[in-house]
C-alpha cells in the first residue's frame, strides 16, 4: 500500500480560507470535503516550549487511508489504525479522592472531541493521563496505539496546557523562534534546514501572524499567543492536537477565529482534544463529547449527548451551566 508524505501544512493550506468567519453551512461543506488525505506522521514536537528531545526521525509512516469522520469501521483488506487514545478503566487520585474514576475511552483518528464538566471535575487530569503526563494509579493508557509508557514520539502531540494563554508562563522568545521549536525534533540538534525553516514561516502564515514574527510572546495578546502556539504545533507536524481551555482570556472576536482554526485544522485531519467550559462552543464545534465529573457520565456523538441527561448528572441538580445553540 501506498504510503504518503504530503505535508501537513500543505493540507491545511488549503483550508485557510475558512479562517475567515463562515457560516455553520460553510463549515459543514468544509467537513464534508475532507474526503481523504491520508494521515501520514512524522515525529513531532510542540509542547509549550519544553522540546520534545526525540532525535526527529523520519522513520515511520503510516498507511494512507480514505479516512472518513468515523473510521472504526475499515474495509477487512486494510491494516487497522489504532486509536489515537485509548484509556481503559483509568483511576487516579491525588491524595485520598479520585480525581478520576474507571475511565474507559478511545479517541479515534480525525476525531474531535470536547471535554467538558464542571470545575475540579477532572478534566485537566485526565488530559495529563492520555498524554502520559501522569501516570494511572490503575487502569491503562495507549496513544497512537503504544502504551503510554513506552510511546517515544513526543512530536506527534500538540499541548497546549490551560495556562497558555498567561502571560507570564510565556518566555522571552519571538514568535518565530517559539514556532521554530515545532522543528527541533526533525532537526535533532544539528542546523535546520531550508525546508524546515520554509515549514515555520508557512505554519506563521496559516495561523496568520506572519506580520508578528518578531515580535516577542510575551508581548502577545491573549488570542495572537493562543496562534503561535498551534503555529508551532503545526510546525511540529502533530497528529493529535490536545487544548486545555485555550481561549480564556482572549477576546470574542479572537476566539471565534481560533475555532474557526480548529475546524479547519480539524478538516485537513489532525485530531482534536478540547477542554472548554463552554459548553455551547464546544456543543457547535465538536462532533463528540466526553462529559465526566470524576467518572465518565458520556462519551459519544454530540448529537446524543444534548438528546441525554448527562450534562445535568454531571453538573448537578444545582449546577448552572451555559447551554446555548446558535
Ligand atoms: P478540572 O480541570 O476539571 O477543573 P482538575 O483535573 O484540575 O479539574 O482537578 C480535579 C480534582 O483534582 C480537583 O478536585 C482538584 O482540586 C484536584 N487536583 C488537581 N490538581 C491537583 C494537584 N496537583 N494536587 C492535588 N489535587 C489536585
Ligand atoms: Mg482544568
Request: glycine share 10%.
Amino acid at each position: 500500500m501506498a504510503t504518503v508524505r504530503r505535508g501537513l501544512l500543505e493540507r491545511v493550506a488549503s483550508y485557510r480560507p475558512s479562517l475567515r468567519p463562515t457560516s455553520s453551512d460553510d463549515r459543514e461543506a468544509e467537513r464534508s470535503e475532507d474526503g481523504g488525505g491520508g494521515r501520514e506522521s512524522t515525529d513531532q514536537a510542540g509542547n509549550e516550549g519544553e522540546r520534545a528531545e526525540n532525535g526527529g526521525d523520519e522513520t515511520h509512516t503510516r498507511v494512507e487511508d480514505e479516512r472518513d469522520k468515523h473510521p472504526g469501521v475499515r474495509d477487512s483488506t486494510e491494516s487497522p489504525v489504532p486509536p489515537v487514545v485509548s484509556l481503559e478503566d483509568v483511576t487516579f487520585a491525588y491524595g485520598d479522592a479520585d480525581a478520576v474514576r474507571d475511565v474507559t475511552l478511545r479517541i479515534e483518528p480525525g476525531e474531535f472531541l470536547g471535554l467538558i464538566g464542571p470545575n475540579g471535575s477532572g478534566k485537566t487530569t485526565l488530559l495529563h493521563l492520555m498524554l502520559g503526563l501522569l501516570e494511572p494509579d490503575s487502569g491503562t493508557v495507549e496513544l497512537f496505539g503504544q502504551p503510554v509508557e513506552a510511546f517515544d514520539e513526543r512530536g506527534r502531540i500538540g499541548y497546549v496546557s490551560q495556562q497558555a494563554t498567561n502571560r507570564g508562563s510565556t518566555m522571552p522568545v519571538t514568535v518565530r523562534e517559539a514556532v521554530t521549536m515545532g522543528r527541533f525534533a526533525h532537526a535533532g540538534f544539528s542546523r535546520l534546514t531550508d525546508r524546515d525553516r520554509e515549514i515555520v514561516e508557512e505554519a506563521l502564515e496559516t495561523v496568520e501572524i506572519s506580520g508578528l514574527a518578531d515580535r516577542r510572546v510575551n508581548q502577545l495578546s491573549g488570542g495572537q499567543r493562543q496562534r503561535t502556539y498551534i503555529a508551532r504545533a503545526l510546525a511540529s507536524e502533530a497528529d493529535l492536537l490536545a487544548l486545555d481551555e485555550p481561549t480564556v482570556g482572549v477576546d470574542a472576536e479572537s476566539r471565534d477565529a481560533f475555532y474557526r482554526l480548529l475546524d479547519s485544522l480539524n478538516a485537513s485531519g489532525i485530531t482534536i482534544v478540547l477542554i472548554e467550559h463552554d459548553i455551547g462552543v464546544v456543543t457547535d464545534r465538536a462532533e463528540r463529547i466526553a462529559c465526566i465529573n470524576t467518572e465518565l457520565f458520556h462519551h459519544g456523538d454530540t448529537e446524543s449527548f444534548v438528546e441525554s441527561d448527562a450534562l445535568e448528572k454531571a453538573y448537578g441538580a444545582t449546577g448552572r451551566v451555559v447551554h446555548h445553540h446558535h
